[in-house]
């Protein structure tokens, strides 16, 4: 007899704005701007206005009139604010952290940010990736203990789904971007698609900017267990029975919840992609290092083809791979000919297993 099924109201969509998505929380925002020489500011409070004028734009400041000061002008078009944002916010502090919001034609929030803020935010990422990497062998002990339960608990699915986040590379999805551009990640993902070849597990959907990406993994036991979520009722594919006995959701909050319980930290879903990205980059690098001329100009290109191929793992375009995934030290120790052995090794041991078979995005 099936169980019942209870489904969650989806989360609400009114919340308080946070930085853009996937950048880590800066600790003490108002004291990291002051050591930048910085003012900590908020687009909650009056700012430069742009309006329409002609086929160009006029500027208004906070108490309503016409901006014309050349300097503040010139910072303003340095900006780059594409033409399509709306309700755009320009700070009116020339040393704001942030310098300008809006919303994009799809609505969603985008932000410009001063670029020593950016080095700040860039150093609080990648401490951060320290940080996960020496957290990474105790979440790894919970997720195989959790695995092992019996039945399908939340645990053990949330358990599946992060053990997946690792070795797959997969985003861990968002509910908006499912409804909204039928782009999927882990936890949006539905029966269909996840297809069975014995011990192997294979994922085809199409992820964020439209990608099709196939995933194959060759693990027997994760492979029983995604087989039998999918059994369940509902087009959901991770889904959990709770103490009633009813089917549950999985939700990127409940895999970020899990994370925190695990490792009493506030890490989340996407720091296993800064991890995953770092360490590609390290082995890509090193496969490179045995062939090179060591010339600057050869390392300069092998760096170029190191992240190309870290983006095509991740499902990235290059451009972003390098700001967002890849730890610049990896990159500056490659340059300066000092790369460290060990972490290349330990790069190595993360990536070198039989488990993962595929993983790249395509664009067919």
Known sequence: MPKATSRRPPPSSSRTEPPPAGEPPVPDPQEAAREAGLRYVSDTRPGIARRRAGRGWSYRGPDGALLRDAKALARIRALAIPPAWTDVWISPVVAGHLQATGRDARGRKQYRYH??????????????????????????????ADMGLRG?????????VVR???????RVGNAEYARDNSSFGLTTMR??????????VSFR???KSGRDHR???????LATIVRRCKELPGQELFQYIDEDGAVQDVTSTDVNEYLRQVTGETFTAKDFRTWAGTVLAAQALRALEETST???????????????????????TPTVCRQCYVHPAII?????????????????????????????????
């Open 191 to 200: 029966d269909r698609h996840a297809t069975f070849d014995g011990s192997e």
């Open 152 to 160: 399908l608990p939340r645990n053990k699915v949330l358990a599946t």
């Open 332 to 364: 500056e120790a490659y340059l300066d000919g000092a790369m460290v052995r060990s972490a290349r090794e330990r790069a190595d041991e993360r990536l070198d297993s039989p488990e993962r078979r595929a993983g790249s995005a395509t664009d067919d």
């Open 294 to 316: 060591d010339t600057d100009r050869e390392l300069r290109s092998n760096v170029v083809r190191a992240v190309e191929q870290v983006a095509q793992s991740l499902g990235n």
């Open 164 to 170: 997946l986040l690792e070795i797959s590379f997969i």
């Open 205 to 207: 959907f199409r992820g």
């Open 115 to 144: 670029p020593r803020w950016r080095h700040v935010r860039d150093e609080a990422k990648y401490d951060r990736t320290i940080a996960f990497a020496e957290a990474l062998p105790a979440i790894r002990r919970r997720v195989a």
């Open 215 to 221: 995933v194959s993994i060759r693990d027997r036991r």
